[in-house]
């Protein structure tokens, strides 16, 4: 079609004319949908109406005052199989409609701004972050370079600066060019992105530039303490070095860090061995039992040991995505305690801050703000401590259609090529909003929260908490039947291998009390006067002292969580939790007698730690593997 064809379809008002074909009616119909080029003349332009009618129908999932956990009228569990029906219509839904179902589909959601939400390390967003990262889905910016996102860009360049400085790396400069070495970061897909990151890194800079192009040639080794992640495993595979190069070093039972000695041992055999190792991976803060590596005395036996020749020196990672927030109190007066923390809490405080004050020793860092920034999902940075080695060893060509008009373009070494400036500007954002005192106010309310919580226990006898010696977010505690003195009962099923038979029995009634606390949340009834909270369980806390390599089954310790990380939870929330596991508990236990009690799910399977047992197994593993040609 001819440009005057076109023109004669629309006015100068660029309204269609009635003798439009039905393409351009309909093109026209869905225009009126997209945000307006220019700004309104009207009080409300279809963005603001259509946003208008999205928070009314959110605000109108959400329960009235003391109201049970989730949104909507619905606590079903959903049931999926019907979703392989759905088709593209003909024609397309009116806004309004498509608004209006899209809000259907948060129905029975768990609401995690309500105070009887507490079941993992997932925090309600804070305002400032949910409105800059909804400000980028208006204006589409892409952080893949400077000309795609112009100012959104420093979104990620101040972060980068603000968190080097909170880390201890000084004169952040992460730009394109930047010839001294700097430290910088990227925001990215959640922790499992920053690990990603930091393992490519790793075995970048250990095993050479060229193995971009020749490929992982070299079984080099990944160290990792047993409570690490997951996602380490994640990373060995999409990177192709392989899980079995993953060595997980045994850790200490009272403290849940990797054990020195045995870190030492390994890292003595794999060198007189010659085997390279890749990264030692610190944990700064585990889920469940907040374990904090030692990155200072690391740091050390990386110095002690280095790779032997030609491979590169060996990375420090530190998964730091629960711990980093912490950092916010190093300039904290702990003497004056000006904000006012109680003294138990003040001193975890100070632990906490101790524990992760040696993040500078590390060359990489992950950092979720969707767990400890409280900003939307997804939301994490890596910061690295030499940011030019990194854009150095990652950088590709040129783009034939990407052309460097700023001096700042990560999509030359980014995993992602396409960016979006949503994560960049909810972290930017929550650290322009919080501050300092921001953070250190809701970190330390957090504590103080889970010590009332963890005085509440121990008004109940037939309650114990088992990680007091834990400063982290969430308290772990076991419930037991009528009768029974929990602490001296839980001492001897975690000490006493006589009691393993007992401590199966209690871990499934931990199990059993869980599921119904899950049931009765979703039942949307009153128990006992109140709705039931959403709380979750670990299975696997930690091993019994006679189980130190988990080899033994069922010799591990299960634990109800309650994890608060909102703001609204407060005394009155943890009075109903307990309330409510003990009315659960009873009704476990009236089930079981009535001989209809549910079957617990089959536990987990376990590998034992370490991988290849002791270190000559480890050494016969890694000799025949260590090249492939």
């Not at 890292?267 to 007189?272: D, R, S, T, W």
């Not at 702990?334 to 801050?353: I, T």
Request: charged share 20%.
């Amino acid at each position: 079609m001819k440009a005057h064809d076109f023109a004669r379809y629309v006015d100068v008002t660029r309204q269609p004319r009635t003798e439009a074909p039905r393409w351009f009616k309909v093109r026209s119909d869905i225009n009126s949908a997209f945000p307006s080029p220019f700004r309104s003349e009207t009080e409300e332009d279809p963005l603001s109406q259509g946003m208008k009618q999205a928070l009314s129908l959110l605000n109108a999932l959400k329960p009235e005052p003391q109201g049970p956990a989730y949104l909507g009228t619905n606590p079903a569990v959903p049931d999926y199989s019907d979703s392989a029906n759905a088709q593209l219509g003909q024609t397309g839904l009116p806004l309004g409609d498509v608004v209006t179902q899209s809000a259907g589909l948060f129905e029975g959601m768990p609401h995690w701004n309500h105070p009887q939400t507490m079941p993992n390390v997932i925090p309600p967003s804070n305002l400032a972050g949910i409105i800059s990262a909804m400000m980028t889905q208006v204006f589409s910016p892409n952080i893949i370079e400077g000309e795609y996102s112009w100012n959104v860009e420093r979104s990620e360049l101040e972060s980068a600066a603000m968190l080097a400085r909170l880390i201890g790396w000084d004169n952040p400069n992460n730009l394109d060019g930047t010839t001294e070495p700097a430290p910088g970061g990227l925001y990215t897909f959640g922790g499992s992105g920053c690990y990603f990151y930091g393992m490519k890194y790793a075995l970048t800079r250990v095993l050479g530039k060229e193995s971009r192009s020749r490929g992982i040639r070299t079984d080099a080794k990944i160290l990792v303490s047993q409570q690490g992640h997951y996602c380490k495993e994640n990373s060995s595979d999409w990177t192709g070095l392989g899980m079995d190069n993953v060595v997980q070093i045994r850790t200490d039972p009272q403290t849940n860090a990797m054990d020195l000695n045995h870190l030492e041992q390994v890292m003595l055999a794999l060198n007189e061995a010659q085997v390279p190792i890749a990264a030692v991976v610190c944990t700064m803060g585990t889920t469940d039992a907040f374990a904090v590596d030692d990155v200072k005395a690391v740091r050390a036996l990386v110095e002690k040991y280095p790779n032997p020749a030609p491979y590169g020196k060996t990375f420090i990672y530190c998964d730091a995505v629960i711990g980093w927030a912490w950092l916010t109190f190093s300039t904290y007066d702990f003497s004056s305690n000006p904000l006012g923390f109680s003294p138990a809490v003040l001193e975890q405080v100070r632990k906490n801050y101790e524990a992760l004050q040696h993040l500078r020793e590390a060359d990489a860092v992950g950092c979720d703000f969707h767990k400890v920034g409280w900003a939307p999902y997804n939301c994490s940075f890596i910061a690295m401590r030499d940011f030019t080695e990194f854009q150095n060893l990652m950088r590709r060509g040129e783009s034939a259609y990407l052309q460097a008009r700023t001096r700042y373009n990560p999509g030359l070494y980014t995993l992602e090529v396409s960016r979006t400036g949503a994560y960049s500007m909810a972290g930017w954002a929550t650290l322009r909003f919080l501050g300092r005192e921001g953070f250190q106010s809701i970190l330390g309310g957090v504590l103080e929260v889970q010590e009332a919580l963890r005085g509440l226990i121990q008004e109940h006898p037939e309650l114990v908490c088992v990680n007091t010696a834990d400063t982290g977010f969430v308290t772990l505690f076991r419930v037991y039947p009528p009768g029974t003195n929990a602490q001296q009962q839980y001492e001897r099923e975690l000490n006493n291998p006589d009691a393993l038979p007992e401590l199966k029995r209690h871990n499934e009634l931990q199990e059993k009390v869980t599921d119904k606390v899950w049931e009765w949340f979703r039942s949307g009834q009153l128990h006992d006067g109140a709705y039931a909270p959403y709380i979750s369980y670990t299975s696997g806390f930690r091993p019994t002292t006679y189980n130190p390599d988990t080899t033994m089954d069922g010799a591990v310790i299960y634990a109800i969580k309650s994890y608060p990380m909102n703001l609204n939870v407060g005394l009155d929330s943890m009075q109903v939790l307990l309330k409510i596991v003990l009315a659960a508990r009873d009704e476990v236990l009236r089930e079981e007698a009535a001989g209809h009690a549910p079957t617990p799910r089959k536990p987990v399977a376990r590998r034992a730690i370490p991988r290849w047992g002791t270190v000559e197994d480890l050494l016969s593993g890694v000799t025949r593997r260590t090249h492939r040609g």
